[in-house]
């Protein structure tokens, strides 16, 4: 089987000089990690944030041959019409190199509310305009009358319907259903083996209920700590974690692997043994060349993995 590998940016590579961005990318390339993800936030608990589609735009040109993710793009807080837009302009500058990654959000209702969205449609937004994204990638001619959207002759050229996989992120079943609806993979976090296996059949048997066939392209996405030692691993991960959800860390530390790499890659092996072709890792360590480093021998181990299962 074969998996892709991905990770994050680390924390400061956008305040690097252009020479230094070029080399650490160079690096993650080299050692053999597959794409780049990033996450999206308009404007998350204190205003924190960051746009999807500018970061992949910017990265596309920083490295040829990078992958680039957006994981996950908060859907329903935009119109699907100029998200169209956005992908087909992504096609046309970095082809054949984008996975786009989508959710509903609501770990802060208020960010929902101050885009103008009513948080309670959010789910039936985000699967009006993936029916509605389906159509415009395609290249057809779109009319669209919704709960929540209405559109009417809509198209969107270059078509790029088998360039850019669609991967529903999300936690519940209703995600899981909108997956075998609409996407080409569920991207998980926050989720046991256990809970990843029941979830992939589930996608099946709905899928096939809606007479789709689909080669899926799931994942998981953890955030990682890598440190010498377990403990100094723990720590920072807990911190920047923490710092961001404003949760405590024990509420996420059964789902969040930290350690060497090797250790990261044991946990994470059941994932890969049990369907993810998507690795998604949110790296955080000691400096920007050691999750570049982490990173590629982590991607080196799981593809090994993948590699036993045939």
């Not at 936030?41 to 040829?64: E, N, R």
Request: hydrophobic letters at 40%.
């Amino acid at each position: 089987m074969d998996i892709k590998v991905g990770m994050d940016i680390p924390s400061k590579f956008w305040l690097s000089s252009l020479e230094e961005k070029s080399q650490l990318l160079n690096s993650i390339y080299d050692g053999g990690v597959d794409h780049i993800f990033f996450g999206d936030h308009v404007a998350f608990h204190d205003g924190t944030g960051s746009d999807g589609f500018v970061k992949i735009a910017a990265l596309s040109q920083l490295h040829p041959k990078l992958g680039l993710m957006i994981s996950i793009y908060l859907l329903p807080l935009r119109h699907p019409l100029p998200v169209a837009r956005q992908l087909a302009s992504m096609h046309e500058i970095a082809p054949g190199r984008v996975i786009f990654g989508v959710g509903i959000g609501g770990e802060d209702r208020h960010e929902v509310e101050i885009c103008g969205v009513d948080p309670a449609t959010r789910g039936k937004r985000t699967n009006e305009s993936l029916e509605i994204l389906r159509g415009l990638m395609a290249g057809e001619k779109v009319d669209f009358n919704g709960e929540t959207l209405t559109v009417k002759g809509a198209i969107v050229k270059p078509i790029i319907s088998k360039q850019i996989p669609i991967i529903v992120g999300g936690r519940s079943n209703a995600a899981l259903k909108r997956t075998a609806q609409f996407g080409d993979g569920w991207i998980a976090a926050w989720c046991s083996v256990k809970r990843f296996k029941e979830a992939l059949l589930l996608i099946d048997q709905t899928a096939a209920a809606n007479q789709r066939k689909v080669d899926w392209q799931h994942g998981y996405q953890p955030w990682v700590g890598l440190a010498d030692t377990k403990a100094e691993a723990r720590a920072l991960v807990a911190a920047e974690m923490e710092a961001f959800y404003k949760i405590p860390f024990e509420k996420f530390e059964r789902y969040t692997p930290y350690g060497t790499p090797e250790d990261v890659a044991n946990f994470l092996s059941p994932y890969v043994e049990n369907g993810a072709k998507i690795i998604n890792l949110k790296i955080i360590a000691g400096s920007d060349k050691i999750c570049a480093a982490g990173g590629g021998e982590i991607a080196s181990r799981l593809k090994q993995a993948a590699r036993n299962i045939n």
